[in-house]
């Protein structure tokens, strides 16, 4: 990351218009904050696409706003990736949807299988940069069980969708969610990371996941890894039959330079401190790390910042999107799927302002949605 990032960084959120028509009105918020809510005012959630392309890929997890156009990518539009097959096996989805506002739907990538001397898995470690480059991970498994999952890596995808260099090892164990700090010609990516320490899904439950970080070098012909460095560690994982892997989901960086992790197991968020600079892990699991912890924090997946710097999480116990300050107090909470209780449809989400909006997808539905 750019070491002027703390002191100089604008926040760059982007403006997208108005979604789909809206499908329903939700009640207010249950605000337990001091005004400022930037969920309180956003009462409609609407469909914004469906988002199982034509090979049948479901259970969408992944969501990235892109930042600017470049080939086949239009600036505004929401780039969705898919976990599961057409077969609904986890860890076999090989799809990425990119989603305008307006709700028109296109393929943008498929990973070939030939990609890497194994199989593919596309999780929520979804990011676009404004160079053009877009970065996602991959947990693969051969049947959707964990004891046939294995380590992944991250692809690496041009403008136009083509897979151009694999990322394997330099910290990549599992990796679940991703953010990024993009300078244009350099980035930093944090990567949320399920597997360390796990082989063919024993043992059943660890305290090993982590977060790292990786350097990238984006001015020569492919983005290069310059350093990695783990930032974060502790962090509760466990395998499950029916989400495959629980462990550290949502990362987001605010213009301070703190990284929030999503500890989903222990339904917490905690915090690293100057992840930007930072060559030593952090114990994130431990209690002086912690921010805020249980209700209505409820399994927070995805994680994301809001243009009025507050912290918003996708919780995958319920339905639930809670909202709360950098400081951990709680702000608002919305049910954003109030056919479908008790819930367990939410992970990735991104934030929008003027218009503000919140894009979350509905993997019960395979749909993305919008809160406005």
Do not use: C
């Amino acid at each position: 990351m750019d070491r002027g990032f703390v002191r100089k960084r604008a926040v760059g959120l982007l403006s997208v218009a108005a979604a789909a028509a809206v499908a329903g009105v939700l009640p207010a918020a249950a605000s337990t904050g001091a005004g400022g809510s930037f969920i309180g005012g956003l009462n409609n959630v609407a469909t914004v696409s469906s988002t199982i392309p034509a090979n049948g890929d479901v259970n969408p997890y992944g969501v990235a706003i892109v930042p600017q156009s470049h080939g086949n990518l239009t600036a505004g539009d929401i780039l969705v990736s898919n976990f599961n097959n057409a077969a609904n096996k986890q860890g076999t989805g090989t799809t990425i949807v990119e989603v305008s506002p307006g709700g028109r739907q296109k393929l943008f990538a498929t990973i070939p299988a030939t990609s890497v001397p194994g199989r593919v898995g596309l999780t929520t470690a979804l990011v676009a940069l404004r160079s053009g480059w877009v970065i996602v991970g991959s947990l693969p498994t051969a049947d959707g069980t964990s004891a046939t999952a294995t380590p992944g890596e991250l692809f690496v995808l041009d403008p136009s969708g083509h897979v151009r260099e694999v990322i394997r090892g330099d910290g990549i164990d599992g990796p679940w969610d991703a953010t990024a700090l993009d300078r244009g010609s350099t980035a930093d990516l944090f990567v949320s990371n399920v597997l360390n320490g796990i082989t063919k899904g024993q043992p059943a439950t660890t305290t090993k996941g982590n977060v790292v970080r990786l350097a990238l070098n984006l001015t020569g012909a492919i983005p290069r890894v310059v350093s990695s460095t783990v930032i974060a560690n502790g962090i509760s994982v466990h395998t499950d039959p029916a989400a495959l892997i629980v462990g550290p989901t949502g990362v987001a960086l605010s213009p301070s330079g703190t990284l929030f992790v999503a500890d989903t197991v222990n339904s917490r968020i905690a915090r690293v401190p100057d992840a930007i600079d930072r060559n030593s892990a952090v114990n994130a699991g431990a209690a002086s790390a912690t921010v805020a912890a249980g209700t209505p924090l409820n399994g927070p997946l995805g994680l994301a910042l809001t243009p009025n710097g507050d912290l918003l999480a996708a919780n995958g116990g319920d339905n639930n999107l809670v909202e709360l300050t950098q400081g951990g107090k709680f702000v608002a909470t919305k049910d954003v799927d109030t056919a479908d209780p008790p819930g367990g449809a939410l992970f990735g989400l991104a934030t929008t302002a003027n218009p503000n909006r919140v894009y979350f997808v509905n993997d019960d539905a395979n749909t993305l949605n919008v809160l406005h």
